[in-house]
């Protein structure tokens, strides 16, 4: 592989017309910048000079070379540029997965804004579960995570991650129009026999229904499930029973056609994180977590029932 430097000392070489000349330009020893020119000719295979007694003469091969060089040095440019860009954050792919409700509710301001401030990023999204999430940031099928959990029902993180608390969420009973608890605040066993919408069988948010009805009394009795809100919504709204969703969920779908209560006693949240893996060094990476905060203050400071996590409140190096 030719060395660039040997060729930064041929065109020097060329453009002052001896070794001397490139020496003094190039802040070399004369020694130096023929021992260069030397180790050129056995990297390429050419010879570059004739030399006798009266000096050196370039070939015509070496005026060749040197034309040549020149789109090396323009490509060494461009690629230091991009090396920096990439260290800087201002170039490269970033690949986020976040859960539907997130998605829906403040992941695009948040990609917006991080496009209008890194156009030069490209930026990948893909949705899921953070069941399903969580082991594709570990193999590196993503960059970046937002997840969430419960309260009463304990979730763990690999520990090659890291977590970035965002938000936490109180969850909101939906119940059909004119139903008795319509806006106002009742105790969770109030709704003891009504008829259950829930989440699947052993997701987070059933599992959490069913663990703050067993600290209230009583056993749901679940008759409907979908893992989609706008589903559920559409199930309280026709009757068909009540439901307890979080409140980022409920800020699209507390459309006047579903009432809502408040659970006075109810003291389950859902908190939403951030999972990334910092070993990787991405600094883009650090952008969009940068972007996801901002917007995720701008949500907590007009939604109801939805708060900055505690530990992003008191921390400065978000």
Known sequence: MVNPTHLT???AVLRTGSFAGAARELGYTGSAVSQQIAALER???LQLFDRDARGIRPTAIADQLQASAHDVFAAIASFDERVRSLGEGGSGLVRLGSFPTASRQFVPSALAEFVRSRPGV???L???EPDDLVPRLVEREIDLALAYQ??????????SL???PLLSEQLVAFVPPGHPASGRGIELAELADETWIATRDGSHCAQALERACATAGFEPRIRYRSNNYSVVASFVRSGLGVAVIPALAALSLS???TDTAEIVDLGVRRHV????????????VAALVDALVQIARRTAARAPGIALAPELRVRADY
Do not use: C, I, K
């Open 273 to 284: 994180s951030m999972l990334v893996d910092r070993q990787r060094g991405n600094p883009a």
């Open 122 to 124: 490209e930026l990948e």
């Open 162 to 164: 890291t977590r970035l």
């Open 255 to 257: 459309d006047g056609e």
């Open 43 to 45: 990297e390429t295979g």
């Open 9 to 11: 000392t041929l065109v």
């Open 150 to 159: 419960y309260d009463l029902v304990p979730a763990s993180w690999p520990r």
């Open 126 to 128: 893909d949705e899921g």
